[in-house]
């Protein structure tokens, strides 16, 4: 069955410095892959995702992910913190002829000054 | 353009009780799926629905019930309110039905089960 793991319940990054969040999947086959924001009560925005082609990815608000296949993992990465990044962030895989998304179960981004 | 819109956004609601959320797709968007988000969660996929017919169901009790109108909106409704339905309720739209599409989100609805 597939399944997401993120190992880490809350981060806290100071502002200016580097970000990595880690996502580790479970899935027979190449799965397709995100990362999803979410502030305080708010939906879900869509960072960036991972198809298939170049194993790192580019997304929005200066985030990238990079897929390790023999790892299982889709770790999302920024180099310099703001303090609007604090927020819940979400990895979900899905599969490639599926209807659905499973989610991790998050991990909140906390950024001091 | 407008984005996934979805209504309304907090209710309550009393044990027993029903509740049926609503939400409009992204224009030209033809799949919209609902997923249940309890607080500390990630969201769980409940329903998915492509051209009003259903084309992925979750590990959901029968009291969770789904459709999709020919203008692509759809409503979510849940039967008999247990306290533990208390959650986010988000609504996500695609331009078609497959996870290789991207999936856009509404920013919810709130629903309290007191």
């Known amino acids: 069955a597939q399944s997401v793991t993120q190992p880490d319940i809350h981060i806290t990054v100071s502002e200016g410095a580097s970000l990595e969040l880690r996502c580790n999947y479970s899935?027979?086959?190449?799965?397709?892959l995100f990362w999803y924001v979410q502030s305080p009560g708010q939906g879900l925005q869509l960072l960036l995702k991972?198809?298939?082609?170049?194993?790192l990815v580019q997304g929005i608000k200066g985030f990238e992910a990079e897929f390790k296949r023999s790892q299982s993992s889709f770790n999302l990465r920024k180099p310099s913190v703001h303090w609007s990044d604090a927020a819940e962030y979400f990895c979900?895989?899905?599969?490639?002829?599926?209807?659905?998304?499973?989610f991790g179960k998050g991990t909140t981004l906390s950024v001091s000054s | 353009d407008a984005g996934v819109t979805q209504s309304p956004t907090h209710l309550i609601k009393t044990r027993g009780q029903h509740v049926t959320l609503r939400c409009s797709p992204i224009?030209?968007?033809?799949?919209v799926s609902w997923y249940q988000q309890v607080l500390g969660q990630g969201p769980q996929f409940i329903f998915q629905?492509?051209?009003?017919?259903?084309?992925g169901r979750g590990n959901f009790p029968d009291r969770f019930s789904a459709r999709q109108f020919p203008n692509y909106s759809s409503e979510l409704n849940v039967n008999a309110l247990l306290l533990g339905d208390s959650a986010l309720y988000l609504c996500?739209?695609?331009?078609?039905?497959?996870?290789?599409?991207?999936?856009?989100f509404g920013e919810g609805s709130w629903l309290t089960v007191v």
């Open positions: 996500a739209s695609s331009v078609a039905g497959g996870s290789g599409n991207t999936i856009y």
């Open positions: 899935y027979g086959a190449t799965p397709y």
């Open positions: 991972y198809f298939s082609g170049d194993t």
């Open positions: 979900a895989v899905g599969a490639q002829a599926g209807t659905a998304l499973i």
């Open positions: 224009s030209g968007h033809k799949s």
């Open positions: 629905y492509y051209e009003k017919e259903e084309r």
